[in-house]
């Protein structure tokens, strides 16, 4: 996908919170739409291209469009304005989780796997900067200079997943002696690996690799 409409999560009520929280600043509230858009897709696009620590403010500051001064003006530190990438990019998450929720073809844990490995990893509705921010914040923050405590963004996908395996184990279409949310966890995992090999560019025979995920799955936890 092009980088069009990354602006989508751009809430203006997620960033009264984060003004509130310390997390930037009324300055940077106050500003039009555009100019905090901007900043927000050149933080995505920097820190998933170099990282926490292989992004400097003064490089963050050429490609945004704004001054040293500036920036300090909006974010008190480097570590603020990755809190603010992250947490602007988790309220877009929920909300894709929930369209992805809401367009499943069907109640069955079949129907519902299948669609949302579909729109995560065949016809991924993140944009190519979103993937790869996506693959920062997951997995190389961790062995970066900074932990943000709490935020965790896989967890749209597990909490969905196990949402599934439940509902299949009351409805008696998946056997009901394992515990669903291990369950759930465990085919998030798997999930969440094959989304992580497709942002970073592997190839994989899409459609195969969906049937025989479901297969491999319900060959297991079928009743």
Not at 159 to 182: M, P, S, T
Not at 190 to 204: D, E, N, P, R
Request: charged fraction near 25%; include cysteine.
């Amino acid at each position: 996908m092009t980088e069009i409409s990354i602006g989508r999560a751009l809430d203006e009520n997620i960033i009264v919170t984060l003004v509130q929280r310390g997390i930037t600043t009324e300055t940077f509230r106050r500003l039009d739409h555009d100019k905090k858009y901007r900043i927000y897709r050149a933080a995505l696009r920097l820190f998933g291209k170099y990282g926490y620590d292989g992004l400097s403010i003064d490089q963050f500051c050429h490609d945004a469009g704004i001054s040293k001064g500036s920036f300090f003006q909006y974010f008190p530190s480097k570590s603020h304005l990755l809190e603010f990438t992250i947490l602007l990019f988790d309220n877009y998450l929920s909300t894709l989780f929930e369209e992805i929720k809401r367009t499943a073809p069907g109640p069955m844990v079949r129907q519902r796997l299948i669609h949302l490995y579909e729109e995560l990893v065949i016809n991924s509705r993140l944009y190519r900067i979103e993937e790869q921010f996506y693959l920062f914040a997951t997995r190389a923050i961790y062995h970066s200079a900074i932990l943000l405590e709490g935020i965790d963004l896989e967890r749209h996908l597990t909490n969905y997943v196990i949402e599934i395996i439940k509902r299949g184990e009351e409805i008696g279409e998946i056997r009901g002696d394992f515990d669903y949310e291990l369950t759930g966890h465990l085919v998030a995992m798997i999930i969440s690996a094959l989304v992580g090999k497709t942002y970073l560019g592997k190839k994989l025979p899409h459609r195969q690799t969906r049937e025989y995920l479901i297969s491999f799955l319900f060959d297991g936890i079928k009743a």
